[in-house]
């Protein structure tokens, strides 16, 4: 944990956390070499630069943070006083208020890759994980580094949606899952943010993760210029949906190629959305497919 919370986002979001949470999943699936979860790690490594340098220190505050200033200081992404401004949010209010009112950001607009709430789940979830003061505080750096490029109206991305597209009356995890299986997005982005909004149902309200839902339906219908953003996916049908054939899959997807981070949590929410009790024989194939895909893309 220490090491993954001096890794910076180079792009736009910091994913050296989601990458570790899927990872640790993984691993608890999968027996395989040590030398072999060094090669998956090493795609965090590829992506993130190592920025190991104290900006919170433990004990210290240079000055109090103005409270009613919090979101305009962060919304602007003033520098580093928003580092000082979310150190005393935290220090001020319960972690589950926090993240809450982010939750809430992600109902109210649809960003493109989802990454505004896969993102922030694997933030919320790494939270039980801190143990030391000292990961507290990088935590609390990293989150900050997130929010001011992500919400607030920075770098918000959206595209048309097909005139196809009809608002679903009713919205469930399994409509969504029909559709992103026929559009998984770049790098299977519908399909990773499926399974990250899954995992936290009963974290949320209900009307919360059914704005989530319905954001994420619509995203499978977006119109994209980019053809790495709409891949063609053919569909064997015939693939063996032992966990077996899954596992195989993953490793090809994780082990014989070297290309970005995305194929660790590709590779886990795949796993993750195969093993759930309601997802059918025929999905499942196209799970794999899916990954193999991926793993010659």
């Not at 097909?162 to 969504?176: E, F, G, T």
Request: with cysteine; aromatic share 12%; charged share 20%.
């Amino acid at each position: 944990m220490d090491e993954v919370l001096t890794r910076i986002a180079a792009i736009h979001q910091q994913h050296a956390l989601k990458c570790y949470l899927a990872i640790k999943s993984l691993k608890t699936q999968y027996d395989w070499p040590a030398n072999d979860w060094l090669k998956v790690e090493r795609l965090v490594e590829l992506e993130e630069p190592t920025f190991n340098l104290a900006i919170l220190q433990a004990g210290s505050m240079p000055f109090k943070p103005v409270e009613r200033r919090r979101h305009w200081i962060l919304a602007h992404a003033i520098y580093p006083y928003a580092y000082f401004t979310m150190q005393d949010w935290f220090n001020q209010s319960d972690t589950s208020e926090i993240f809450a009112y982010y939750f809430e950001q992600c109902t109210e607009k649809n960003e493109y890759l989802s990454h505004n709430i896969s993102v922030l789940i694997a933030f919320k979830q790494a939270w039980s994980l801190i143990k030391t003061e000292k990961q507290k505080l990088r935590f609390i750096e990293r989150f900050c580094e997130f929010v001011t490029a992500t919400f607030y109206g920075n770098n918000h991305q959206s595209y048309p949606v097909a005139h196809d597209y009809h608002k679903p009356v009713s919205i469930n995890a399994r409509l969504v899952l029909k559709n992103a299986l026929q559009q998984p997005g770049f790098w299977g982005h519908n399909l990773i943010a499926l399974a990250s909004i899954i995992r936290v149902e009963d974290q949320m309200p209900v009307a919360t993760f059914q704005q989530l839902l319905i954001n994420l339906d619509e995203q499978c219908y977006w119109k994209f210029e980019d053809d790495s953003d709409k891949p063609k996916i053919s569909s064997s049908g015939a693939n063996d949906v032992s966990k077996q054939t899954l596992e195989s899959a993953c490793f090809e997807l994780l082990i014989n190629s070297q290309r970005n981070l995305h194929q660790i949590t590709l590779a886990e929410s795949t796993c993750y959305l195969f093993n759930l009790p309601w997802v059918s024989p025929k999905q499942k194939s196209r799970l794999i497919d899916v990954m193999s895909h991926f793993s010659k893309s």
